[in-house]
């Protein structure tokens, strides 16, 4: 049994959303309006109305898809790579890689939108970030390779935590630091995880 095909009313929110998603990415929530992101998707404002109440509601839309895309393949890494000293690293890899392509999420965390900062910790994203990882570390502890005694929802906020500052580190000042201090970070990550050997 396939997919079902998207609805008309599904396909037109989605074009909404990528056109929202490159708008507010290039010209940023001040500057960008309903009637452009409208004209861009080529429906009336009416028609965004419907999907989205206003302004904000449709930025935050677009902020979760953009950061949801990033995110995603952050989680397909984490289901996917088997060797536990690896995917600390391919994680952190990943998602400085794909913002790149990303260019509301990478706004955001540039500091460009200060309106919404304090909101991105909220994202449906960033809690699916969290439970990936909670469910990672606990499988690693049943393999006995994660630390028994720690609570994994509590390491998997407080990595997301880190992950969230070292993006916000690469956007606001280059790749470099992920060069130089990145072995340092997944050390860490690994000291708070590994067993303790008596």
Avoid at 152 to 178: D, E, H, K, P, R
Wanted: charged letters at 25%; hydrophobic letters at 45%.
């Amino acid at each position: 049994m396939g997919d079902r095909e998207p609805t008309k009313g599904e396909l037109t929110r989605q074009t909404i959303l990528d056109v929202a998603v490159e708008r507010f990415g290039r010209d940023g929530f001040r500057v960008t309006s309903v009637a452009d992101v409208a004209r861009d998707a080529s429906v009336s404002g009416s028609a965004v109305h419907a999907y989205f109440p206003n302004k904000e509601a449709l930025f935050l839309a677009a902020l979760d898809q953009d950061a949801a895309q990033v995110i995603d393949d952050g989680v397909d890494l984490l289901i996917k790579t088997a060797n536990r000293d690896e995917w600390h690293e391919l994680l952190i890899l990943t998602l400085v890689g794909s913002l790149a392509t990303h260019p509301l999420a990478n706004r955001v965390l540039a500091g460009l939108e200060p309106d919404v900062t304090a909101r991105v910790l909220d994202l449906p994203a960033l809690a699916e970030l969290r439970k990936g990882l909670a469910e990672r570390l606990r499988s690693d502890q049943l393999d006995d390779v994660v630390r028994s005694d720690i609570d994994t929802s509590t390491m998997a906020n407080g990595m997301v935590t880190i992950i969230m500052c070292l993006l916000v580190g690469v956007v606001q000042f280059g790749a470099a630091g992920v060069e130089l201090y990145g072995d340092d970070v997944v050390a860490f990550m690994q000291a708070a995880l590994d067993p303790i050997k008596s």
